[in-house]
């Protein structure tokens, strides 16, 4: 690997990273789609700034993208708030109003300045080693990797020093204002800090990548853990699988990096999906299929115990009876029947099937388990 590469490869880890933090928040307070509003809405604000200061690399378009990124969040709650549109229809008014007249306002006053609307949806990864931050002469590395090393800073200190206060009022917003914990205080923080995450990377890897970073990983660290502080490592962990296995995919097919990127990141999430322990859709079905059997099981034990001591008994607890008095086919009941006795909760005395002591406590338990309440 030359230089270019390594630097491409941590600009992208540190980007995945510092999306990946705030994005832990927002899939939990399902706000994934603010994410998208803002990393299109700023568009308008980088635009705005530079039409004042007519410089690309002024801090003043980082100032002016993450106002505009806090004032898409304003007007979506507003239009929420007068209960006339609900917030996703909000969302989806909002932010293309705000990003159409960015890319109005590029194509009829800015068509000879580098701010080109395919490099802003996609970014190009490949051109962030060219610009370079230098201090009396003396070349510190590409602009981007400071600038997205200084936000992921302040993420993770914002984190630590407000993660009770985030935690609060994810979960339970109405508990945190009876303990004096402000939720719209903490509302705005928080989409602070998405707009300025969003700021930052948006340079380099484009609207489209922000969003696939900020809201994948968290969304596959939620399937994979129920501790929040798990998750926000998760979380950072797989953004940046993502990136590094995105580039790889890119430089290996000769195609868009933030393409492959944002593709890994939902092929992640995917696996996730499939193969998750507890949440993954082969877990359930496992747990569907073992839930079948246990009530299968349930069901046959207790239709032995309420009927052994009877008069009929002889015909009831007849193995070859099974499938008329439970309506089951022969199959389904020969195989209950096998795995109610290897369970060693009944036993088989020739053609009848007798409760164990472990098989009567079950149908019990059972019982009362199953009974109405109240």
């Not at 602009?143 to 090393?149: D, K, P, S």
């Not at 205080?185 to 900020?214: R, W």
């Not at 322990?277 to 115990?305: D, S, T, Y």
């Amino acid at each position: 690997m030359n230089n270019a590469q390594i630097e491409i490869q941590l600009i992208a880890v540190i980007v995945a990273a510092a999306c990946a933090i705030p994005g832990v928040f927002l899939v939990l307070r399902r706000m994934a789609l603010l994410s998208d509003a803002i990393s299109h809405a700023i568009l308008l604000g980088i635009v705005l700034a530079f039409f004042v200061v007519q410089d690309l690399t002024s801090p003043f378009l980082i100032i002016a993208a993450a106002a505009t990124g806090l004032l898409t969040v304003y007007l979506v709650e507003m239009l929420n708030r007068s209960k006339l549109v609900r917030e996703d229809a909000a969302i989806g008014l909002v932010f293309p109003v705000l990003f159409s007249i960015g890319v109005i306002l590029i194509s009829r006053f800015a068509g000879d300045v580098h701010l080109d609307i395919d490099a802003v949806l996609l970014g190009e990864l490949a051109f962030a080693p060219f610009s370079r931050f230098e201090i009396a002469g003396t070349d510190l590395g590409p602009r981007a990797l400071w600038l997205m090393g200084g936000i992921l800073i302040i993420n993770l200190t914002l984190i630590i020093v407000f993660f009770k206060e985030l935690k609060l009022v994810s979960f339970d917003p109405g508990l945190a204002s009876a303990l004096g914990v402000s939720p719209v205080a903490i509302h705005y923080l928080l989409m602070s800090q998405v707009s300025v995450t969003a700021v930052g990377a948006f340079d380099a890897v484009g609207s489209v990548l922000v969003v696939a970073l900020m809201i994948a990983p968290p969304a596959t660290a939620y399937l994979l853990t129920d501790s929040l502080p798990r998750m926000i490592v998760y979380s950072v962990l797989i953004g940046m699988a993502g990136a590094l296995s995105g580039y790889w995919v890119a430089h290996s097919l000769d195609v868009s990096i933030a393409g492959c990127m944002a593709g890994m990141s939902g092929v992640l999430f995917a696996v996730a999906f499939a193969l998750a322990p507890r949440r993954g859709l082969l877990a359930q079905a496992l747990r569907r299929r073992r839930q079948k059997w246990e009530f299968a099981i349930a069901m046959l034990v207790i239709h032995l115990f309420t009927h052994e001591d009877l008069p009929e008994a002889e015909s009831e607890c007849r193995v070859d009876h099974l499938t008329e008095h439970l309506a089951w086919s022969e199959s389904f009941a020969r195989q209950v029947v096998e795995r109610t006795v290897d369970s060693d909760s009944a036993v088989l005395e020739g053609p009848l099937l007798r409760l164990t002591d472990s098989g009567r406590a079950m149908a019990r338990e059972a019982i009362v388990s199953w009974a109405p309440q109240g």
